[in-house]
């Protein structure tokens, strides 16, 4: 028997054990919580004349509506394209974090991807922008309005007009609107 003949069979047995090894060890994280350690699934703005506020966490959002308040605001001593003092509101445990640590800021900065589901919202004028997309929140923020939308007049909380920002041809976007609405625990008009 020569010799090539008898390493083909060992290397092919032990190619078969390597690859049987490396497929059922893994030392990298799901996408799921590689995601959800990035915080990267939702943003929230408040444009006010003066401040642009900016949120990665839902309840502190939305205590800040009720409240103007929240567990720590971080002024980042600089302005937006128009002319806004940029403020972070932060959960009181972020509030010692670097900046590059914190999701609001990254998505400012466009320096992290937007998980796979992802919602967004931004308030300014007494109008709601909801997004489904990172995308169109960031063309909002360049444009100052979005190209492509779904308005719903007085369909907010609190009456406010409601502006679902779409992708060209986009249809109604009804599970938006529906997740919209369930946040706000609203019940559509039939």
């Avoid at 995601?35 to 939702?42: I, P, R, T, V």
């Avoid at 937006?80 to 609001?104: C, F, M, N, P, S």
Wanted: charged letters at 25%.
């Amino acid at each position: 028997m020569s010799v090539k003949k008898l390493f083909k069979p060992a290397s092919i047995a032990l190619l078969a054990a390597c690859v049987t090894a490396c497929s059922n060890y893994s030392t990298a994280p799901s996408a799921a919580t590689a995601e959800a350690s990035l915080n990267n699934e939702d943003w929230y703005q408040v444009r006010t004349e003066e401040k642009l506020f900016l949120f990665d966490d839902y309840q502190v959002y939305r205590d800040f509506l009720h409240s103007g308040n929240a567990p720590h605001l971080k002024d980042l001593g600089e302005k937006d394209k128009y002319g806004q003092a940029i403020v972070l509101g932060l959960r009181a445990e972020d509030q010692g974090k670097a900046l590059d640590g914190i999701a609001a800021y990254r998505f400012l900065r466009q320096s992290q991807a937007p998980a796979g589901k992802f919602y967004g919202e931004i308030r300014q004028d007494g109008i709601i922008f909801v997004a489904q997309r990172y995308g169109d929140m960031v063309d909002v923020n360049k444009l100052g309005e979005p190209i492509f939308r779904h308005t719903e007049v007085a369909s907010g909380p609190n009456g406010e007009r409601v502006v679902y920002l779409l992708q060209k041809e986009e249809k109604k976007p009804v599970a938006l609107i529906k997740q919209f609405q369930t946040n706000y625990g609203i019940t559509p008009a039939s």
